[in-house]
């Protein structure tokens, strides 16, 4: 069945640092790839997505991008804020699976200090 | 728009008790989904609604757990009786249209944190 990998945290970084959280998956067909965000007390929030092979997802400074090749979706920002501490999830539908469930990764903590 | 709200945001019960844990999902969303997370499994999906009708429950652990949609605004997740190993965050989330992709919008609640002790 379909299945996400991503990189074990927690992740601690400074501000300003570049980030990278490592994912990959596995699904036969072609899945559509997002990254949610989860902040401290509060539900998860799409952060960004693609649909198809070599898409960019963009959002509030983070990007990822769709590697059909590598079966990638990794996710960067060039410059993290403390406000960007929160857990971080990789997340597909549609693969092998049914189109309308999202099948989650385990979740990367990351931590930005001052 | 309201969003996605849950309620309560926090449960504490005696184990053998019943939990009830409600969802009002956005209004004009037809498709309605319970999720589990937990530190061992993760985010799991339970059940999913569409039009008020239960589509895909395999996610269901046991005949402890049910789930209703008495109508487009309103859905529960019920446990009877309880264990310590129900703990988790349950998140409801609902999106638009029939057959629809999370592509399209996928809104989560806030989420129910369960204690059973």
């Known amino acids: 069945g379909d299945s996400v990998t991503q990189m074990e945290g927690p992740v601690t970084l400074s501000e300003e640092a570049f980030l990278t959280i490592n994912c990959t998956y596995t699904?036969?067909?072609?899945?559509?790839l997002f990254w949610y965000v989860q902040y401290p007390g509060e539900g998860l929030q799409l952060l960004l997505k693609?649909?198809?092979?070599?898409d960019k997802g963009s959002n509030k400074g983070f990007e990822a991008t769709y590697r059909k090749e590598t079966t990638s979706f990794h996710l960067e920002k060039g410059s993290v804020q403390v406000s960007d501490s929160a857990v971080y999830f990789c997340?597909?539908?549609?693969?092998?699976?049914?189109?309308?469930?999202?099948?989650f990764g385990k979740g990367t903590l990351l931590t930005v200090n001052p | 728009d309201a969003g996605v709200i849950q309620s309560p945001r926090h449960e504490v019960t005696e184990m053998g008790q019943e939990v009830t844990l409600r969802c009002k999902p956005i209004s004009g969303h037809n498709s309605l989904f319970w999720y589990r997370q937990t530190m061992m499994r993760g985010l799991e999906l339970l059940i999913y609604f569409n039009n008020n009708v239960p589509i895909d429950d395999s996610g269901m652990p046991e005949d402890r757990f049910s789930a209703k949609m008495p109508n487009a605004s309103f859905s529960t997740l019920k446990i009877q009786p309880s264990e310590p190993r129900d703990s988790a965050v349950y998140f409801c989330?609902?999106?638009?249209?029939?057959?629809?992709?999370?592509?399209?919008?996928?809104?989560f609640g806030s989420g129910t944190r369960l204690t059973v002790v």
């Open positions: 989330a609902s999106s638009p249209g029939q057959g629809t992709t999370p592509s399209y919008g996928y809104t």
């Open positions: 997340a597909l539908s549609g693969g092998g699976g049914s189109n309308y469930k999202l099948t």
């Open positions: 699904a036969t067909g072609y899945p559509s």
């Open positions: 693609a649909t198809k092979a070599d």
